[in-house]
């Protein structure tokens, strides 16, 4: 038997995702577009030395010809992608696109290297910013992903990085439900807006 906690969490995630699910090839890319133009005067992504992305998948905030931009510019900073690895995501460090490869759920992936990873040390030592996927968020930068836990135990590994969650508009709910071990955005970036804490 699910626990209630798990059913109420599937129905938000479903409704929500039947928003973003509806919105067309052409809408999506013009208001992932949007986003980004936002990312990209955000103070903290400006500084960032790292940049840790996720490759988007189904009907996800794009991120692919952002991904392509970064890793073109000569701003220097340094392009990670998650690679799932059991119950885990681990980051790996990408130089082109040409280095992803589909992986878990046909989502694209780099490679495992140990030499490509970003450690601890890594986080300590730069400043790190990071794209977060899902599949809905509040205004108190709570965030449900997709029932995996995936970037909520990432992050709590990392707790120096900031998050910023990448969304469409039609997936900002009113509340969501948020347990103990759920990691909070320090902002979620819409096509209209970026949410801090409280606004």
């Excluded at 965030?143 to 995996?148: A, F, I, N």
Aim: charged share 30%; proline share 3%.
């Amino acid at each position: 038997m699910e626990s209630k906690s798990v059913v109420h969490k599937q129905s938000i995630r479903n409704k929500y995702l039947s928003y973003r699910n509806n919105l067309s090839m052409k809408e999506r890319l013009s208001k992932s577009m949007k986003i980004w133009e936002r990312l990209k005067k955000v103070k903290d992504f400006q500084k960032a030395d790292i940049v840790l992305v996720y490759m988007d998948y189904r009907s996800e905030v794009m991120t692919t010809g952002l991904v392509e931009e970064l890793l073109l510019s000569e701003n220097s900073k340094r392009i990670f992608a998650p690679t799932v690895e059991g119950m885990d995501i681990a980051f790996y460090e990408i130089y082109s696109l040409s280095d992803l490869h589909s992986g878990y759920q046909g989502i694209r992936e780099p490679e495992s290297d140990p030499e490509k990873m970003f450690t601890e040390e890594l986080d300590k030592g730069n400043k790190c910013f990071l794209l977060m996927p899902g599949s809905v968020f509040d205004r108190d930068l709570g965030r449900l992903g997709y029932g995996k836990g995936f970037y909520d135990r990432f992050l709590h590994k990392f707790p120096n990085v900031v998050k910023a969650g990448l969304a469409f508009g039609c997936q900002i709910a009113g509340q969501v439900p948020v347990e103990e071990q759920d990691v909070r955005a320090d902002m979620i970036i819409t096509e209209n807006e970026i949410i801090h804490k409280g606004v």
